[in-house]
């Protein structure tokens, strides 16, 4: 069965199956683009993810206020992703690797390709509630060798942040959010448990794979994601639907249900607060790069 209603049961929601807008920026970024509007509301506290592949430099210095900006790097990226925000941060991230630069009140940020690299990825805005958007920012930086791997039957999966399967990593991000980067065949196993009071996001990163949260098994191809909403602690399945195995990712964040207006890499309460952060970006009280 293949996802195109939304489903109800038990007061489980999935939402129909979207598929990403292409995304072509510059030279050197390509991708597919998913946007909170797409999901009525069930994709919250995510408000956008992009699957990118980024070769060149292309969005210069830019600024962030009232969400965080997370970079999953895939572990197929070849070479360095360079790192520079006004928190005096000026790093290299590698495949594998997070990088969770929390804006709050605003913060400047660039990143870019080392010459040569090819650099493969989730780029995630998370919001942040109300209480959090005018907090000083702050920075999360986890490399891949300290992140957990969940094995099993059919499958190999990445505990990037979060919690599952009774595992929990080091690391904590300012919103209670899960990153899983997966791999599985016909005869995976694999299960997360969903936390009441949490969207999920899930994505068939390369080849097809199926889901199961109630009844039947859902398929969804590559490129084509679903959110899975209202869970009362469900039980998420997951296993690959191709001749090898299939790349998945699972985005899991406690809802914040609160209304907020965005503009661009801005996400505040209101429109004011918009403008007044556009106002001291202007006057470049944001900060500066290191």
């Known amino acids: ?12 929601k999935t939402s129909q199956t979207v598929s990403g807008s292409p995304l072509n920026i510059g030279q050197g970024f390509t991708g597919l683009g998913f946007r909170h ?15 990118y592949t980024m070769t060149a430099p292309t969005f210069g210095a830019h600024a962030h206020a009232g969400i965080s900006a997370v970079s999953v790097l895939f572990e197929d990226t070849e070479g360095k992703f360079n790192n520079r925000d006004s928190l005096g941060n ?8 997070l990088y969770w630069l929390n804006a709050g009140s605003g913060a400047l940020h660039d990143e870019a390709p080392r010459p040569g690299a090819k650099v493969h990825g989730l780029q995630i805005f998370v919001n942040l509630p109300a209480r959090l958007k005018h907090q000083a920012p702050s920075s999360l930086h986890v490399k891949r060798e300290n992140m957990p791997t969940l094995e099993g039957q059919g499958y190999r999966v990445r505990l990037v942040l979060g919690h599952s399967n009774n595992v929990v990593t080091d690391a904590e991000s300012v919103w209670p959010f899960t990153i899983l980067d997966g791999y599985a065949d016909k005869s995976s196993t694999f299960e997360h448990q969903i936390e009441q009071g949490y969207n999920t996001w899930l994505y068939a990163v390369e080849g097809a794979i199926e889901f199961q949260v109630s009844g ?6 590559k490129g084509e994601s679903i959110t899975i909403s209202e869970a009362q602690q469900a039980s998420l399945k997951v296993r690959g639907n191709s001749g090898t195995r ?22 505040m309460s209101t429109q004011e607060e918009i403008n007044e952060v556009v106002a001291r970006y202007e006057a470049g009280e944001l900060g500066q790069l290191s």
């Open 37 to 51: 509007k797409q999901y009525s509301g069930a994709m919250d506290p995510m408000i956008m993810v992009d699957h």
């Open 216 to 221: 039947e098994w859902v398929s969804l191809a």
């Open 246 to 267: 299939s790349h998945f990712a699972v985005l899991s964040g406690e809802t914040i249900n609160e209304s907020f207006v965005q503009q661009g890499p801005f996400a």
């Open 90 to 97: 000026d790093f290299d991230i590698q495949g594998g690797d």
């Open 1 to 12: 069965m293949t996802a195109q209603t939304s489903q109800s049961t038990n007061a489980l």
